[in-house]
Nanobody, 126 residues
């Protein structure tokens, strides 16, 4: 079965950095666009970043542009989210998601994605 396992979350001070990883198994990784979403208790899950199956295109929510970088290693079946200049408002549970390249719809929308990880907590202290 498909598994997406996130790691790399933790507690960091404002201005610091973290790198999240998501290891995928049970799917043809290079045929899936990979996305990162985040969720704060009481709020809807929101799009953060996505990278297309070949790695050729990346998409970001405006609030993280210039601070976060999404990348992937198809040889390792892993997607990364490098997060720099973290701010308290970045505190959330971060989820990795996979969407088949044949899916129609925006990579920014939750329902486009087929599989989800369990999430990893990121806490940024002020």
């Amino acid at each position: 079965q498909v598994q997406l396992v996130e790691s790399g979350g933790g507690l960091v001070q404002a201005g610091g950095s973290l790198r999240l990883s998501c290891a995928a198994s049970g799917l043809t990784f290079s045929s899936y666009t990979m996305g990162w979403f985040r969720q704060v208790p009481g709020k809807e899950r929101e799009f953060v970043a996505a990278v297309t199956w070949s790695g050729g295109s990346q998409y970001y929510v405006n609030s993280v542009k210039g601070r976060f970088t999404i990348s992937r290693d198809n040889a390792k079946n892993t997607v990364y989210l490098q997060m720099n200049s973290l701010q308290p408002e970045d505190t959330a549970v971060y989820y990795c998601a996979a969407a088949s390249k044949s899916n129609r719809g925006s990579w920014r929308i939750i329902r486009t994605y087929d599989y989800w990880g369990q999430g990893t907590q990121v806490t940024v202290s002020s």
